[in-house]
């Protein structure tokens, strides 16, 4: 499954989270944690607390990594002074990372709605999963994970993802939950033909059933499947806080995606919106 998880940190409150997230997987599979602060080479340039800011990125490494030693999880640490998503993003090829777990926001993080621009870019180029967690007010974690919903539109950036969902519910003996929706406000098919919709319907629905097969064949305790009508992130985010979902894992682009710098509109604002942490999976090129 997971043998190598990069946990990129700034010491945040979001960051910490991840951290959190990262050593329950580790613990349970068995993987080894990296620990990454990147010191930005951007704003340290002719900056007077340049040595400064490198001994605090320092001391956030060594102090995280020795929390997670200590809960007896195999740990690596390293200090990097570069742009910082390009950092993390060569620390992982290094390092043959298998899944980055982020925060959704850093210290620059100050809506909930504003995707941190460092993890929106990861998000949008690392050739590995990213798990990433959004900072909770009241401290709580969705692990162990029960639920687990896979939002799919049975293009090939949808069924990438399902062997990662399966592994991770088989780890955890979570419910998977595979939900379809056909777009009606998007394609206008409240104006087109039945027999239009009947057919996008059919295709929601074998959608699914492929999610619900490979779940199957792999002993997944159990399974749910849905189809749904309407805006397509509207109706997922519904379903995760109507299901109490405690982890997604979904593609990065859809039917409509067409380049590997444009993250999937649906995918881009669940990332943003989603009470629950969301493993995004990028399609192989």
Same mark, same amino acid.
């Given at each position: 499954?997971?043998?190598?998880?990069? =946990?990129?940190? #700034?010491?945040?409150?979001?960051? $910490?989270?991840?951290?959190?997230?990262?050593?329950?997987?580790?613990?349970? !599979? #068995?993987? /080894?944690?990296?620990?990454?602060? %990147?010191?930005?080479?951007?704003?340290?340039?002719?900056?007077?607390?340049?040595?400064?800011?490198?001994?605090?990125?320092? +001391?956030?490494?060594?102090? !995280?990594?020795?929390?997670?030693?200590?809960?007896?999880?195999?740990?690596?640490?390293?200090?990097?002074?570069?742009?910082?998503?390009?950092?993390?993003?060569?620390? *992982?090829?290094?390092?043959? @990372?298998?899944?980055? %777990?982020?925060?959704?926001?850093?210290?620059?993080? %100050?809506?909930?709605?504003?995707?941190?621009? %460092?993890?929106?870019?990861?998000?949008?180029?690392?050739?590995?999963?990213?798990?990433?967690?959004?900072?909770?007010?009241?401290? $709580?974690?969705?692990?162990?994970? /029960?639920?687990?919903?896979?939002?799919?539109?049975? /293009?090939?950036?949808?069924?990438? =993802?399902?062997?990662?969902?399966?592994?991770?519910?088989? !780890?955890? #003996? *979570?419910?998977?939950? *595979?939900?379809?929706?056909?777009?009606?406000?998007?394609?206008?098919?409240?104006?087109?033909?039945? +027999?239009?919709?009947?057919?996008?319907? #059919?295709?929601?629905?074998?959608?699914?059933?492929?999610?619900?097969?490979? *779940? !199957?064949?792999?002993?997944? /305790?159990?399974?749910?499947?849905?189809?749904?009508?309407?805006?397509?992130?509207?109706? @997922?985010?519904?379903?995760?806080?109507?299901?109490?979902?405690?982890?997604?894992?979904?593609?990065?682009?859809?039917?409509?995606?067409? $380049?590997?710098?444009?993250?999937?509109?649906?995918?881009?604002?669940?990332?943003?919106?989603?009470?629950?942490? =969301?493993?995004?999976?990028?399609?192989?090129?």
């Amino acid at each position: 499954m997971f043998d190598n998880i990069l =946990v990129p940190t #700034d010491g945040s409150e979001c960051a $910490e989270a991840a951290v959190g997230y990262a050593e329950d997987l580790a613990t349970r !599979t #068995d993987a /080894s944690i990296h620990v990454l602060c %990147v010191a930005d080479s951007r704003t340290l340039e002719n900056a007077p607390q340049h040595d400064l800011f490198k001994k605090e990125r320092t +001391e956030i490494a060594e102090r !995280t990594s020795t929390e997670l030693s200590e809960s007896g999880v195999s740990t690596e640490q390293a200090v990097r002074t570069d742009i910082p998503h390009r950092a993390i993003r060569e620390y *992982a090829t290094e390092a043959d @990372i298998d899944l980055i %777990v982020m925060g959704t926001h850093g210290r620059t993080g %100050v809506e909930r709605f504003l995707l941190g621009s %460092v993890t929106e870019k990861v998000v949008r180029l690392s050739d590995v999963p990213v798990l990433t967690v959004p900072a909770q007010e009241n401290g $709580e974690v969705t692990y162990p994970y /029960s639920d687990i919903l896979v939002p799919t539109d049975g /293009s090939q950036g949808a069924e990438v =993802v399902i062997p990662s969902a399966v592994e991770i519910a088989t !780890t955890y #003996d *979570a419910r998977i939950h *595979a939900l379809s929706v056909v777009d009606t406000m998007g394609l206008g098919v409240e104006r087109s033909s039945g +027999e239009i919709l009947n057919a996008l319907e #059919d295709s929601a629905q074998s959608a699914v059933d492929a999610v619900e097969e490979q *779940a !199957t064949e792999s002993s997944v /305790s159990a399974v749910e499947t849905a189809t749904d009508h309407g805006t397509p992130s509207r109706r @997922i985010r519904s379903y995760i806080e109507d299901h109490d979902i405690d982890l997604v894992v979904m593609g990065t682009h859809g039917r409509s995606g067409i $380049e590997r710098y444009l993250l999937g509109s649906v995918a881009e604002k669940i990332v943003r919106t989603s009470p629950a942490p =969301v493993m995004t999976v990028r399609q192989p090129e």
